[in-house]
């Protein structure tokens, strides 16, 4: 993704104005990430089944490019992996991410903010529904 480190994060939500996007921060040698992939993509065709609901996915180039793509196809969401820059931005600049997986949420409103709570699935899963069933 050819785009500056500080326009990066607007630049990926812009085009989900008005819906709820959950950015999943994660890389594929993360054990952790991997185990809470695959247990979320059940949501995305069964509770959290919903239009309004966007999964981004962000790893950076310490995952190597051919496993990379190789996983990508059996995670249903819109994905990026981003340069040494753009993840430095987003994890310490804007985020100050502690490790990964990292969640961050936007909310229909546009207002976004880390969500570490949601290494919780419960938590996420209610968090989510309750996020779609607001208005704007």
């Known amino acids: 993704v050819d785009i500056a480190p500080d326009s990066l994060l607007q630049a990926i939500i812009a085009p989900h104005k008005g819906k709820v996007v959950l950015i999943d921060i994660w890389n594929t040698w993360c054990p952790p990430c991997r185990n809470a992939i695959k247990l979320n993509e059940p949501y995305k065709t069964g509770e959290l089944a919903n239009k309004d609901l966007i999964w981004i996915y962000i790893a ?73 069933g607001k208005d704007k």
Do not use: C
């Open 60 to 132: 950076n180039e310490t995952s190597p490019i051919n496993t990379y793509n190789e996983m990508i196809p059996h995670i249903k969401g819109i994905h990026y992996r981003v340069n040494n820059a753009q993840w430095k931005h987003i994890t310490k600049n804007m985020f100050n991410i502690d490790g990964i997986p990292s969640y961050i949420l936007v909310e229909k409103n546009g207002k976004y903010a880390l969500r570490n709570d949601f290494r919780n699935h419960a938590l996420m899963v209610e968090t989510l529904k309750e996020e779609l």
